[in-house]
């Protein structure tokens, strides 16, 4: 039986979420990959209307330190941007392997189907001395996007 996650929302905390790439593979190693990621979130940040208050994406995963949507929680937000990045980047990792290999992508019903991992991690933060860390350690991170 899985251990479901508490989440905290509705109070109008911050939150610093982390999430990775399916078994932590470099996913994100790219320029271009990395450019659609930021792209889907910045789209997604504007439609839902929540801050964005620092990041770094790295070819593994990512962090984030975000506010609440409004009228929304994180957990819906991050729904939209993984499923987004996931089936653009899947789609054109199909079509350059169709026009390089021949159709191989899109008949493996394998792992590589798989983009992210299926959870993320949530830390509320409630004070101006955890926004502070949160904000330095995004900082300290092999940044390969801004914060």
């Not at 996913?27 to 839902?48: A, E, H, N, P, Y």
């Not at 593994?60 to 929680?73: D, F, K, R, T």
Request: aromatic content about 12%; overall charge positive.
């Amino acid at each position: 039986m899985r251990n479901p996650l508490k989440r905290y929302y509705g109070q109008g905390d911050l939150h610093f979420v982390t999430f990775s790439c399916y078994r932590r593979r470099p996913l994100l190693g790219t320029v271009r990959s990395r450019d659609c990621f930021l792209k889907i979130l910045d789209q997604v940040r504007s439609k839902r209307s929540f801050l964005l208050l620092g990041f770094v994406v790295m070819p593994e995963h990512v962090h984030l330190l975000v506010s609440e949507p409004a009228g929304s929680s994180p957990s819906i937000a991050l729904q939209v941007v993984k499923q987004e990045v996931s089936r653009r980047l899947r789609e054109k990792h199909r079509l350059s392997s169709e026009t390089q290999d021949g159709p191989k992508f899109a008949e493996a019903q394998t792992e590589e189907e798989h983009f992210w991992q299926r959870r993320f991690y949530d830390f509320n933060v409630w004070s101006e001395k955890k926004f502070r860390e949160k904000l330095e350690y995004i900082a300290r991170q092999p940044s390969k996007g801004g914060g």
